[in-house]
């Protein structure tokens, strides 16, 4: 069946530029994950997603960055104001989540954001 | 505190030669899980093994195989007569499991990257 899909696989901006990554998971999956990965680093996380709501965003940098998931499936991460530190790859992963067990999350290829 | 620690940062052998992957992992939470995923060149992370804190039992699965060891907070990888297709770089994770949350923060080890050369 299909993964975790993202788009756009590349995205090249300006400082200053503001930015959305897209995330389509698994179907069926409820949870939704975003991380970030820095070049020779492990992905670190920024935010899950239980459906629609943010269960926790305790890993967002700072402000500039915000997530959405309105119908409890695709969720668009948005970067404002972009710096060069903000590139990177943004990494999505979704698992299928059910009360009080624990589920493997399945990655997708990433988008690679570079901050010119 | 929570942490993984990966110590090999690259790990070069020749085809057929067997490694091992060390993972050594820091947490105050009973019950949590362990993971290793592969990042091939392609970039997307590959799953490979799932392992809770109650399950001691080592596993093998083809060419990889898994030791977890509790006493020494320790979760090593080894693939035997590597491939050049296992040349990646390879995380180990922890998901530490609070009754508090309702969810897995994963946290990644800064990863291994290994080279297999023909």
């Known amino acids: 069946g299909a993964g975790v899909s993202q788009t756009p696989s590349n995205k090249v901006t300006e400082k200053g530029k503001y930015v959305e990554l897209r995330c389509d998971p698994i179907s069926g999956h409820t949870a939704l994950y975003w991380y970030r990965q820095s070049l020779g680093q492990g992905p670190e996380f920024l935010i899950y997603?239980?459906?629609?709501?943010?269960?926790?965003d305790s890993g967002l940098p700072n402000d500039r960055f915000f997530a959405v998931r309105p119908e409890g499936s695709v969720s668009t991460l948005k970067i404002q104001r972009t710096e060069r530190g903000d590139s990177a790859v943004y990494l999505c992963?979704?698992?299928?989540?059910?009360?009080?067990?624990?589920?493997?999350?399945?990655f997708g290829p990433g988008t690679r954001l570079l901050v010119l | 505190a929570q942490k993984v620690t990966q110590a090999q940062t690259e790990i070069s052998v020749v085809e057929k030669e067997d490694v091992t992957l060390d993972c050594v992992y820091e947490?105050?939470?009973?019950?949590?899980?362990l993971f290793w995923y592969k990042q091939p060149p392609s970039g997307e992370l590959v799953f490979l093994i799932r392992r809770n804190s109650f399950d001691e039992q080592n596993e093998i699965s083809g060419r990889y195989s898994w030791n977890f060891q509790k006493s020494t907070s320790s979760f090593n990888f080894t693939i035997t007569a590597s491939q050049v297709v296992d040349s990646a770089v390879y995380f180990c994770a922890l998901s530490p499991q609070n009754v508090k949350t309702s969810y897995d923060k994963v946290i990644f080890g800064p990863g291994t990257s290994l080279s297999v050369i023909p």
């Open positions: 992963a979704s698992s299928l989540k059910g009360p009080g067990g624990v589920e493997t999350q399945y």
């Open positions: 947490t105050r939470d009973t019950t949590y899980y």
């Open positions: 997603f239980q459906g629609t709501g943010a269960a926790d």
